[in-house]
T-cell receptor, first 113, second 112 residues
Framework: DGGITQSPKYLFRKEGQNVTLSCEQNLNHDAMYWYRQDPGQGLRLIYYSQIVNDFQKGDIAEGYSVSREKKESFPLTVTSAQKNPTAFYLC????????????FGSGTRLTVV | KQEVTQIPAALSVPEGENLVLNCSFTDSAIYNLQWFRQDPGKGLTSLLLIQSSQREQTSGRLNASLDKSSGRSTLYIAASQPGDSATYLCAVSGAGSYQLTFGKGTKLSVIP
């Protein structure tokens, strides 16, 4: 079955540490996205990529970095510069024109310890 | 900047009731609108996608309507069941943009 796989499901980060969240899709979608979800707030866009080797900042990109070396993969690194990283992170994908809407992964919950 | 509002923030109904969830958006120049369901601690599951040229979409007990000119969409759930309990999110995609703008969701509880 086609879909989006996010790993790990739970992740714990120590202060000053960088961590990387994995997102893989086998839907042959061109575009991929990272959203952050906090209680009481809507989903907020961190980064998105329309094609391989290209990505753009979303509304809250500070303290995050991404890469898109393969069509199937769009990992997100939460750097030590992100002061409040505890949140639920969701990866999504769509075909190039978003004609058929988004497909989301199951999410990664990141907690700072 | 597009803003999406969902009313009510929470809703509790007895099993078997028909119900309506509301979504409004400020910029009517949208490409499409998508309704999602989210269970606690889980990702988003797409329920219905309405293109800007469409007025409604149906899937089983769910019906979503779109009035682009007034910036409104409704999600109608018929004969609600306890398994429908979840948070329902509305999101719009702007013309020429791949990005989705989300509302904060409506948390639905269906009481047996």
């Amino acid at each position: 079955d086609g879909g989006i796989t996010q790993s790990p499901k739970y992740l714990f980060r120590k202060e000053g540490q960088n961590v990387t969240l994995s997102c893989e899709q086998n839907l042959n979608h061109d575009a991929m996205y990272w959203y952050r979800q906090d209680p009481g707030q809507g989903l907020r866009l961190i980064y998105y990529s329309q094609i391989v080797n290209d990505f753009q900042k979303g509304d809250i990109a500070e303290g995050y970095s991404v890469s898109r070396e393969k069509k199937e993969s769009f990992p997100l690194t939460v750097t030590s510069a992100q002061k409040n990283p505890t949140a639920f992170y969701l990866c999504a994908s769509s075909i190039g024109s978003n004609l058929y809407g988004y497909t989301f992964g199951s999410g990664t919950r990141l907690t700072v310890v | 900047k597009q803003e999406v509002t969902q009313i009510p923030a929470a809703l509790s109904v007895p099993e078997g009731e028909n119900l309506v969830l509301n979504c409004s958006f400020t910029d009517s120049a949208i490409y499409n609108l998508q309704w999602f369901r989210q269970d606690p601690g889980k990702g988003l599951t797409s329920l219905l996608l309405i293109q800007s040229s469409q007025r409604e979409q149906t899937s089983g007990r769910l019906n979503a309507s779109l009035d682009k000119s007034s910036g409104r969409s409704t999600l109608y759930i018929a004969a609600s069941q306890p398994g429908d309990s979840a948070t329902y999110l509305c999101a719009v995609s702007g013309a020429g943009s791949y990005q989705l703008t989300f509302g904060k969701g409506t948390k639905l509880s269906v009481i047996p």
